[in-house]
């Protein structure tokens, strides 16, 4: 296949693709539980590596100013069920969700970072951005893949 023929396959699934914007957010009377573990993104098997090292980046100048943003995220929604703080997830980098966390997440705090999630690897499929509080709604529980930007 040449490699037209695959940035048109490629741009056709992004054009059939929804964007879903249908999130409630989570009054700031919600407490996040203290007792959390941090994990860094790179690392416990959090999250699986990071996708397409040179599509998934920013552009190179646009990486000079990129810093490493960190996420809540938990099971249920008003973060209950089992949470956990990600840290070190790099501005513009698409992250698969491993096995454990996959298709799992109904609520999540951005930290004031912008965050697409998505509902299948490598950041495709149906999505939804946030900035902020919130638990999903279209994509409860459909998490797969994400990309934050600071």
Request: negative net charge; glycine residues 8%; hydrophobic residues 35%.
């Amino acid at each position: 296949m040449q490699l037209s023929q695959v940035l048109t396959l490629a741009s056709a699934a992004t054009v059939l693709a929804k964007v879903h914007n249908d999130n409630s957010p989570i009054p700031a009377s919600v407490p996040r539980p203290s007792n959390t573990a941090t994990m860094h993104a790179s690392g416990y098997g959090v999250w699986g590596t990071a996708v397409g090292a040179v599509s998934a980046r920013l552009h190179p100048k646009d990486l000079l100013q990129a810093q490493a943003s960190s996420i809540f995220v938990c099971e249920h929604a008003d973060f209950g069920g089992n949470c956990v703080n990600i840290d070190g997830l790099e501005s513009g980098v698409c992250y698969n969700l491993n096995s454990s966390w996959n298709d799992v997440i109904s609520s999540t705090d951005t930290n004031g970072h912008t965050c697409t999630v998505f509902e299948h690897q490598g950041c495709t499929g149906d999505q939804s951005t946030v900035n902020g509080r919130v638990n999903w709604g279209y994509m409860n529980d459909k998490i797969t893949s994400l990309r934050c930007f600071d």
